[in-house]
């Protein structure tokens, strides 16, 4: 009986621990989506290239909506992501805090938000300097004999009748598994797995 009771006690202490890195994973991304830069600000996504190879790149988390499960990041409606995307939604990320020692992978499924009050808001909010290269008649990864040649004549406002708005578009990640592996205690790492089914979160201890 004594014995039962220590196990459940242990399960118990477990699992808030598991919610615990849960909320810390959580946390990390929110901070990541923040203004200004954090270890999850950058994050590396990667696609199903539509040769079937792996296509991988360094991306901007932009918004984090943990009751909706979604995160958001920006991109151009011309680059090999999106038609990427288009083709296969599946998507995985991953990121890494050196100092913490800790790595968050994100895996989830991903749309385009090319209209509507969420993309204006968006563009909006976004630093004119940071929408320049949505303005440019080049598609991403265009040869060109120099690097200038990517940039447009002359600066634009926030109007949504520019070219850039156009081709300006969210990438809004509805995740289904969350992976935190906590490399900071030497000989004590810890990997935790949650999947989720509809609202519902599952953690799960794993081997690191
Ligand atoms: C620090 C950093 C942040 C970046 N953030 C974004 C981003 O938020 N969105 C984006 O489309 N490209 C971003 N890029 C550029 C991409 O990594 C990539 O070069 C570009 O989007 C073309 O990728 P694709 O050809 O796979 O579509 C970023 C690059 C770096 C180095």
Aim: proline share 5%; glycine share 6%.
């Amino acid at each position: 009986m004594l014995m039962v009771s220590n196990v459940n006690l242990l399960k118990k202490e477990q699992n808030v621990s598991l919610l615990q890195l849960q909320r810390r994973a959580w946390d990390y991304l929110r901070a990541g989506a923040s203004n200004g830069r954090a270890p999850f600000t950058v994050m590396q996504a990667a696609t199903i290239g539509r040769r079937g190879a792996p296509s991988v790149r360094a991306v901007v988390l932009r918004h984090v909506f943990e009751a909706e499960h979604l995160i958001d990041f920006y991109t151009d409606v011309r680059s090999e992501k999106t038609a990427e995307v288009r083709a296969d939604p599946r998507i995985a990320l991953v990121g890494y805090d050196p100092e913490g020692m800790v790595q968050l992978r994100l895996e989830g499924v991903a749309s385009l938000v090319t209209q509507g009050a969420d993309k204006k808001r968006a563009w909006d909010a976004s630093r004119l300097h940071s929408l320049v290269l949505y303005r440019t008649p080049l598609s991403p990864g265009t040869s060109i004999d120099c690097p200038d040649d990517a940039y447009p004549a002359q600066a634009d406002g926030h109007g949504t009748d520019v070219a850039g708005y156009q081709n300006f578009c969210i990438v809004r990640v509805s995740l289904k598994t969350l992976e935190m592996l906590d490399l900071s205690v030497p000989a004590a790492h810890k990997r935790a797995r949650y999947s989720r089914t509809g609202d519902e979160w599952t953690g799960q201890w794993i081997a690191p």
